[in-house]
């Protein structure tokens, strides 16, 4: 059945589809986690869908079937090329084996589980989605809050940035429209194009993509990471107004009202500054910022005044012509990690997984609500046991509503983001039937010109 040709997500009794019942979280005991993965694996992960997303409405079963599938199971065993002929299989094996980490690979020219029995040379990457990972780890040398693995509500935004930059990007120049943003479950974003053009991509042209993407480069010893030439490409224009955006609401911003406040920790002070490149400026404005008692914003208005001055001078032809841009998407611009792009048989963590250190779903995240996404708000393991449990006691003895019996994930959390994913399935649905109406037409006129019908 091709995607979004099924009933779509709908609320069920006292359950509603704009949000969570309760914003408490319940944490997950390690002891007890593969427990209720197994509770969630049986009761709640979204096997129908996930089969209709991976399967593109293709009839051959040829193609899910020589989709990779990789398992971490508990204690860290790591188990590649595994493939299912049907969605039955996939369902009975990922309840069976209770997979910590479920991720996902390239279609191959063989099934992934005889790779063994086929020669190197016939066994090969043929399409996968393009994919994109965005790690919060990668922002540590400029978020004054945070680092390694923690997250708050403070630096969250830079995943918020970095999907707006790249997701308009993927549409506005390279013409993509079923694109998939999610929640790592921790620390992070992915990203899946999942247009057929984007499937097809050799490895040469991920590589370009990711390339192209690019902005925020160079080893950790240096300090300005971003280096702009006139005329300034529209791709980096359009980023920096988008970078601009956040980086006077939120990066200069003060911490009490979330901001980063960036310009409040002399440590940070040194790190912009160095980006400046030039000692003389640098001198000058930390011994105006010294115990001025001004806000971070107040100070980069200054700096930003200075620069201006200076450049003035320089009739906009000098080295610090760029700089305030240049330090603006060194703060906002994404950080990605090119390498999960650039290969066809690079594998990339499933949606719908359950992340074995938080708890979390690796959930669908609303590009069109990006700014009120809040990873501290998305249901854990714990949450959605909880919530069934209380659905189920509120409506002991009840009987099913009229029509059809109310599913699992319907009486959870999981309702709106599974809404989400739905939306996503309807979109992707009109591609492939554009693309099958295509295909016959070009069929048919290939037989009227030879006659062969």
């Not at 704009?18 to 005991?29: A, L, Q, Y």
């Amino acid at each position: 059945m091709p995607p979004g040709t099924d009933m779509q997500a709908t609320a069920a009794p006292g359950v509603t589809s704009g949000g969570h019942r309760s914003t408490k979280k319940i944490s997950v005991d390690p002891s007890e986690f593969p427990m209720l993965l197994k509770q969630y694996y049986e009761r709640l992960f979204p096997y129908h869908r996930f089969y209709r997303w991976l399967s593109y409405g293709k009839p051959d079963a040829e193609y899910f079937s020589n989709r990779e599938f990789s398992f971490t199971l508990k204690d860290d065993v790591y188990i590649r090329y595994r493939s299912f002929a049907s969605e039955e299989e996939m369902t009975a094996d990922i309840k069976k084996m209770n997979p910590y980490k479920i991720d996902i690979g390239a279609v191959f020219s063989a099934k992934p589980k005889d790779h063994k029995k086929i020669k190197a040379s016939e066994f090969r990457p043929l399409e996968k989605e393009l994919v994109f990972d965005i790690d919060m780890t990668d922002y540590d040398d400029i978020r004054p809050c945070c680092s390694g693995a923690a997250i708050c509500k403070r630096c969250w935004p830079f995943m918020n940035c970095a999907i707006k930059v790249v997701d308009t990007a993927l549409r506005e120049d390279f013409g993509f429209e079923q694109l998939l943003w999610v929640y790592s479950g921790r620390r992070g974003v992915h990203c899946w194009v999942c247009d057929q053009r984007a499937r097809a991509l050799t490895n040469d042209l991920r590589s370009a993509v990711a390339e192209y993407l690019s902005v925020v480069t160079g080893a950790d010893s240096l300090a300005r990471k971003v280096n702009l030439k006139h005329p300034i490409h529209p791709s980096v224009e359009r980023a920096i107004s988008i970078s601009k955006d956040y980086f006077n609401k939120w990066i200069v911003a003060s911490a009490d009202k979330d901001g980063l406040d960036i310009l409040a920790y002399e440590e940070h002070q040194d790190k912009l500054l160095a980006i400046v490149g030039d000692e003389k400026f640098e001198k000058m404005m930390k011994e105006s910022w010294a115990g001025d008692g001004q806000s971070s914003k107040a100070r980069w208005a200054e700096l930003v005044e200075e620069l201006e001055k200076e450049n003035k001078k320089q009739k906009n032809r000098g080295p610090l012509a760029h700089r305030k841009n240049e330090i603006m998407l060194q703060y906002a611009y994404p950080r990605l990690d090119v390498n999960v792009s650039k290969q066809l048989n690079h594998l990339l963590k499933s949606p719908f997984v359950v992340h074995p250190k938080t708890g979390r779903v690796c959930v669908p995240i609303d590009i069109d609500d990006l700014d009120n996404f809040d990873p501290f708000s998305v249901p854990t393991i714990g949450d959605l046991m909880n919530e069934l449990d209380e659905y189920e006691q509120a409506h002991k003895g009840e009987a099913e509503p009229e029509g059809r019996p109310v599913k699992s994930f319907e009486k959870t959390s999981l309702l709106p983001v599974i809404g989400l994913f739905d939306k996503f399935l309807t979109g992707l649905s009109s591609e492939i039937r554009v693309a099958q109406r295509e295909a016959r037409m070009d069929a048919e006129e290939g037989a009227a010109a030879t006659g062969d019908w």
